[in-house]
T-cell receptor, first 107, second 113 residues
Framework: QKEVEQNSGPLSVPEGAIASLNCTYS??????FFWYRQYSGKSPELIMS????GDKEDGRFTAQLNKASQYVSLLIRDSQPSDSATYLC???????FGAGTRLTVKP | KAGVTQTPRYLIKTRGQQVTLSCSPI?????VSWYQQTPGQGLQFLFE???????NKGNFPGRFSGRQFSNSRSEMNVSTLELGDSALYLC????????????FGPGTRLLVL
C-alpha cells in the first residue's frame, strides 16, 4: 500500500463546476498536509497547507482534513480552464507526495 | 526577488559516473529541500538542509548525498549513476522549514545512458 494515495484521473469537469480532489494517507501521526499544483512542464507550486481537522478556505480553494479517516481533500469552486493541471498531495514533515491527480477543466 | 535557481538545467551522464547539481535558494531562505521526480515514482523527497545540517532524509540509497553552504546554497551529489537515476531533480527553498511555503526551482533534468 502506498503511503499517500490519490486518484490519478484524469478528472474532467466543465468550466464553473466544483472539482473535488481526494488524498488518503497511511501514517496516522502525520500532522502537516499540503496541496500543490503542477502545470505540464513546470515545477510544483503550493496552493494550500492544512494542519487541523476541518476546512480551510483560500479564495476558490478549500482544503478539508479528517485525521480520523486519514484523508485530505481539495475543492476548487468555479473551476476555470486555467486550473487544468496535476494536483499533488503531500503529507508529513518528510513531504511524502501522492502520484497526483490530473484535472482538466473544459470550457 | 529572484527565485530558486538550479544549475545545470540539463545533464547527460553515463552509468557509473557521478554528478553534482547545484541549487541557489531565494535570498533569505535557509531551508533547502531536494526532490526526485519520475513518471513512474512521482515526486519523492530526498533530503532537507537547514543551516548546513541535514534535517530530514527520504528513503534513498547512500549514493545520494547533499550539503549546504553557509550562504544556504546547496549541492546534491549522486555517485555511481544508474539508469534509474534518470529524472527531474527539483530543489525547493523556504524560510526555515520544508513544511512552510516552499518555492520550487525549475529543476535539473538528468539523463543517464
Amino acid at each position: 500500500q502506498k503511503e499517500v494515495e490519490q486518484n490519478s484521473g484524469p478528472l474532467s469537469v466543465p468550466e464553473g463546476a466544483i472539482a473535488s480532489l481526494n488524498c488518503t494517507y497511511s501514517d496516522r501521526v502525520s500532522q502537516s498536509f499540503f496541496w500543490y499544483r503542477q502545470y505540464s512542464g513546470k515545477s510544483p507550486e503550493l496552493i494550500m497547507s492544512i494542519y487541523s481537522n476541518g476546512d480551510k478556505e483560500d479564495g476558490r480553494f478549500t482544503a478539508q482534513l479528517n485525521k480520523a479517516s486519514q484523508y485530505v481533500s481539495l475543492l476548487i469552486r468555479d473551476s476555470q480552464p486555467s486550473d487544468s493541471a496535476t494536483y499533488l498531495c503531500a503529507v508529513g514533515k518528510d513531504m511524502r507526495f501522492g502520484a497526483g491527480t490530473r484535472l482538466t477543466v473544459k470550457p | 526577488k529572484a527565485g530558486v535557481t538550479q544549475t545545470p538545467r540539463y545533464l547527460i551522464k553515463t552509468r557509473g559516473q557521478q554528478v553534482t547539481l547545484s541549487c541557489s535558494p531565494i535570498s533569505g531562505h535557509r531551508s533547502v529541500s531536494w526532490y526526485q521526480q519520475t513518471p513512474g515514482q512521482g515526486l519523492q523527497f530526498l533530503f532537507e538542509y537547514f543551516s548546513e545540517t541535514q534535517r530530514n532524509k527520504g528513503n534513498f540509497p547512500g549514493r545520494f548525498s547533499g550539503r549546504q553552504f553557509s550562504n544556504s546554497r546547496s549541492e546534491m551529489n549522486v555517485s555511481t549513476l544508474e539508469l534509474g537515476d534518470s529524472a527531474l531533480y527539483l530543489c525547493a527553498s523556504s524560510l526555515a522549514r520544508a513544511q512552510e511555503t516552499q518555492y520550487f526551482g525549475p529543476g535539473t533534468r538528468l539523463l543517464v545512458l
